[in-house]
């Protein structure tokens, strides 16, 4: 069964500060990874995603991830975060049935003026 | 073009009555799925439906749930004799194609709340 882990559920960061989220999946074949945001009052948006090819995956707003295999992870980084980034961030992980997308629990990100 | 809309936005029943719940994806996706997100909680698959195939329905938590999609467009989720452990935000989603890459376009959610 696919799984993911979503390891801090709640990280601060100053603004203008880098950012890292961790994601660690479980799955047995190659995945399909997933990053969405959720804004306050708004639906999910897709950040980036990724299955093969280039594991640094750039995507939307200036954020970027990196596919680990070694690790099963794929991080979300992002070098300098901005006050409107303040969200809640869910990655996914899905197989050969897109319905099937398992997601981690989120964390919260609060930015500091 | 217009997003995924759900509607109603929000959505207060008491204990034991049966809501509706309906979801308008975007014209053209031929996957739809149904989401469920507690609070402080992921999203939990629900079902999923892909063009005329049967609908996969293995995350239903209880046969209280059901769903229809008519027409190949709009979805109606059904609560029957609702529990206050339904109470939560139900996420509708679509995508062009139903592929495992496919990026799946969110509704706005269905904040339901049981009393």
Known sequence: AQSVTQ????????????????????YGATPYLFWYVQSPGQGLQLLLKYFSGDTLVQGIKGFEAEFKRSQSSFNLRKPSVHWSDAAEYFCAVGGTNAGKSTFGDGTTLTVKP | GAGVSQSPSNKVTE???????????????TALYWYRQSLGQGLEFLIYFQGNS????????SDRFSAE??????????IQRTQQEDSAVYLCASSAAGGPF????????TRLTVL
Do not use: M, W
């Open chain 2, 54 to 61: 049967a609908p996969d329905k293995s995350g239903l938590p």
């Open chain 2, 102 to 109: 496919d990026e799946q376009f969110f509704g706005p959610g």
């Open chain 2, 69 to 78: 999609r008519t027409g190949g467009s709009v979805s109606t989720l059904t």
């Open chain 1, 7 to 26: 390891p801090d559920i709640h990280i601060t960061v100053s603004e203008g500060a880098s950012l890292e989220l961790r994601c660690n999946y479980s």
């Open chain 2, 15 to 29: 204990k034991g009555k049966d809501v509706e719940l309906r979801c308008d994806p975007i014209s053209g996706h």
